[in-house]
């Protein structure tokens, strides 16, 4: 295993020793040449292999999951860039909406998963479990605050000298399927719930949000819909009625704005130099929490003495000797709410690289740390730049060791 480079290295260091003693001087020189020309054939091999196999295990993987999805369209925007003859005004006019838009789904823990210019396809990797309700609110949120910024971000473009923006919203609920490639380390969403909300969203009002049936479903049962004007909506896709879809149109009680409410929306843009600086963060209560954290490692030595570790320092602790049933039990009870996961790289049924791709296809702002013995972990972090030096702690380490990474990890902003 690569994981006893080190012993093997210690061992070869044994055995020439020996030849010192017993071999004449000549000789000691040609069998010194020899085990130190082998060990370095040794390591180029075993580097060679090791790249190879990490190229080997990210292929195309795909699995089904049910998130909340959406589409952000731009309205007329041909006719619109039209007038703008400038390339430098055209790229800012597209700009603006875009990191506006993308900076806000950011804050509230949504991911975009395609940006055609004048659109933006994105879902909420957190939404997989309609039971947790802090997520759903987080989507509604993170959808009142785009439109609500449509005032001061068509302020920026009026100063700019551009023309003002429009959009349409639609968004839905249902089963998708996840493709994540090996050369696109993306997540790519397939399925008839995505294609259902493409076409609502042509048919959403102005600066408005429809939904589909399947997020209208998910709103009744959480006990939300009161906080919202809902009207369904039933509209022939051809000639004949016998092919209708049904969409609701959705009004967020919320954003009933007094006019109060518009000027503190211009005053705080003109302050900064840009819409997107002034975008908060969601509020979280991190006070008194217990952080849960997710181990993996084929070794149960090693499981038994990390989770002793981390459940005396007071978390949460799961643990799976097997990368399969971690994963089984990531997508399929919907537990993906970990804070942070913690895993080998070197395992017998799926390596924890091909598994850190997995994860991050679940919920891409998963937090992972990798524990390794594995001597070519530079070339990792070289073939793999999703994966920094930062988050791969190299064995033998102290308990101290162990905690301090962990509780820095824990600590940090982002994935």
Sequence with gaps: MIDDLTNLSNCNQDDNRDSI?????????????????????????????????IREQINFINFTQQYCIGFIDIINSTQETAKITD?????????????????????????IVKNSGDNLFFYFPKTSSVENKYALREVFDCINLMIKSNTALNLELLQDGLPRIDYRISMD???VEVALGANNKEVDLFGSVVNECAKI???????????????????????????????ENKVSL????????????ILDKRLEETEKDKQDIISSSSNTQSFTNGIRHPAEDSLNRTYKILLI?????????????????????????????ALKHITEKKSHDYDLVVMDIRMPEVSGIKLFYMLKAVDPYMKIL??????????????????????????????????????????????
């Design 201 to 231: 969203n042509s048919l959403s009002k102005c600066n408005g949000l429809s939904i589909g049936k399947g997020l209208y479903k998910v709103l009744i049962e959480s006990g939300f819909s009161k906080e919202f004007d809902l009207k």
């Design 21 to 53: 003693y017993n071999n004449p001087s000549n000789e000691v020189k040609k069998s010194f040449i020899h085990d130190t020309q082998a060990t370095k054939l040794q390591k180029t091999e075993e580097k060679e292999r090791v790249v190879k196999d």
């Design 238 to 249: 051809n000639k004949t009625s016998d092919n209708l879809l049904s969409f609701y149109t």
């Design 87 to 111: 390339p430098k005004k055209l790229r800012k006019y597209y700009s603006l909406f875009l990191n506006s838009m993308s900076a806000i789904l950011h804050q509230y823990n949504g991911k």
């Design 370 to 415: 990798f524990v390794t013995a594995l001597d070519l972990v530079g070339e990792f972090v070289e073939a793999l730049p999703e994966i920094k030096m930062s988050e791969i702690m190299r064995k033998p380490l102290s308990e101290e060791q162990f905690i301090s990474q962990i509780k820095k990890k824990l600590s940090q902003d982002g994935n």
């Design 173 to 175: 609920y249902g089963m």
């Design 297 to 325: 490692d084929d070794d149960e030595d090693i499981l038994y003495t990390f989770r002793s570790l981390l459940r005396k320092e007071k978390y949460s602790v799961e643990a799976f000797s097997s990368p399969i049933e």
